[in-house]
């Protein structure tokens, strides 16, 4: 479990660029990267994770839970913690089993969407760190038919080519 000290120094860590930290984007750009059209697959796929923050009451937070869909750089997921958009959490793709440990890094995440659903909170995601967070190649995991590219301003799906289509 993270405690509050140590998830306070991993968003600072990545909040200010720094020699661990090379990759350098304007604030303009990071503040409206979520906007933009998806350009990337979304994969309807549940991963086990686990995500750490601090609620909409300032409250830390630690849940594990599993994504409804993911892509190289978003998720989607349900939580009972109580976000705000531009929140930043911690991200970490776990094993299913409980004592299996996965190879996977905790990444940080900016909150681009929450609403409620099913009595819970559905949150979407986008990774600020570079790497894969998912420790799989996600064109195994599933179908490229089943996946769908999506505006991220109105959530509109934009038809994508059929599988033979991408060669």
Known sequence: M???LELHHMVLENSVPSQ??????SDAEMASAHLQKRRELRYKVSIPIEISGFDRAGNVFHERTVTKNVSEWGCGFLT???LRVDDIIA??????????AMQT???????VRVQPEEGRWFV?????DVGSAWGVDLHE???PEEASLQ?????ADVKTPAKADRK
Not at 91 to 100: D, G, I, K, R, T
Not at 105 to 111: A, N, Y
Not at 124 to 128: D, H, I, L, S
């Open 20 to 25: 661990h930290n090379p990759l350098k984007v």
């Open 151 to 155: 505006s991220r301003g109105t959530g």
């Open 105 to 111: 890094p905790r990444l940080m995440f900016q909150v």
């Open 80 to 82: 009972s913690a109580e």
């Open 2 to 4: 993270v405690s509050e």
């Open 91 to 100: 991200l970490q793709a776990v094993s299913a089993a409980p004592h299996e």
């Open 141 to 143: 995991l599933s179908d």
């Open 124 to 128: 979407g995601a986008w990774k600020m």
